[in-house]
């Protein structure tokens, strides 16, 4: 009886002795591959592991390219902005150059063709100097100096330097600029602390040059469209006549039909 039960346990240990090593050898791949997921995971964390990184840093990190591309056109744009700036201005000064000015000399007395000449010629030089001006002048930069002497508010995170008060930076120029207002692409430049009055100045007389050419050449537009006015008149009493005139042949055609067939 003793050496029944005994056969039986020694068969019983044999048979989970068996189960435990093969489940060992069967599960032992799936631990494998586990344990390199993690030892991957925590390599990754350690790699890209920042203390200032947040959802801000993430969703810039995510638009860069985006970022990246709206930069260089509109760096590649500020050529063609220029451009089309000093032909437009170019093309005004030949309209009140062929248009205006001989209007003037012709309807107006000597004085007023004396201020006109002289004030028309004083806006122009305005406009050119300060357009100049604003696209050859630095905007200004932060001094390259050693950290400790620069008073400093933050550190740029793109420039990983010191930033001065109201200095931003400008991710087309790829500067700081000291007091930025904006990157003008019809300058091709920033508007910053050295060219900012240059750049107001632009605007200011270029808005005073509209008003005085508009100004002064308010008969020779308003004698343009009445006279544009006339000519549709005209053309409309032409149509007329024309329709009334082949009315009035069809209604002689069919009465003389009506005469013959009586």
């Known amino acids: 009886m003793r050496t029944r039960r005994w056969i039986f346990s020694a068969i019983m240990r044999l048979l989970l002795r068996c189960l435990r090593i093969g489940q060992r050898h069967r599960f032992w791949p799936t631990q494998k591959v586990r344990q390199l997921w993690l030892y991957g995971r925590l390599c990754l964390r350690s790699l890209l592991y920042n203390s200032f990184t947040d959802s801000d840093t993430a969703l810039d990190a995510l638009f860069e390219p985006v ?19 000093i032909i437009l201005t170019s093309s005004v000064v030949c309209i009140v150059y062929v248009c205006l000015l001989p209007l003037i000399l012709r309807t107006y007395p000597l004085p007023w063709v004396f201020w006109h000449f002289i004030y028309g010629h004083w806006n122009l030089v305005m406009i050119v100097f300060h357009y100049y001006m604003a696209i050859t002048t630095q905007p200004g930069y932060p001094p390259q100096q050693s950290k400790s002497d620069i008073a400093a508010v933050s550190i740029c995170k793109k420039c990983i330097a010191p930033k001065p008060a109201r200095t931003h930076h400008c991710s087309i120029c790829n500067r700081c600029v000291l007091k930025m207002d904006h990157h003008c692409p019809w300058l091709n430049n920033c508007v910053g602390h050295f060219n900012h009055r240059y750049f107001f ?16 050449g308010w008969d020779m537009f308003w004698e343009a469209y009445a006279a544009i006015e006339k000519m549709k008149l005209l053309a409309k009493e032409r149509l007329q006549v024309t329709a009334n005139q082949v009315g009035d042949l069809l209604l002689i055609c069919s009465s003389q039909r009506q005469d013959r067939a009586w």
Request: hydrophobic share 55%; proline share 0%.
């Open 67 to 85: 970022y990246w591309l709206v930069d260089h056109i509109t760096r590649w744009f500020g050529v063609v902005f220029v451009a089309l700036v």
């Open 201 to 216: 100045s632009f605007c200011l007389f270029m808005t005073m040059g509209c008003i005085y050419s508009s100004v002064s």
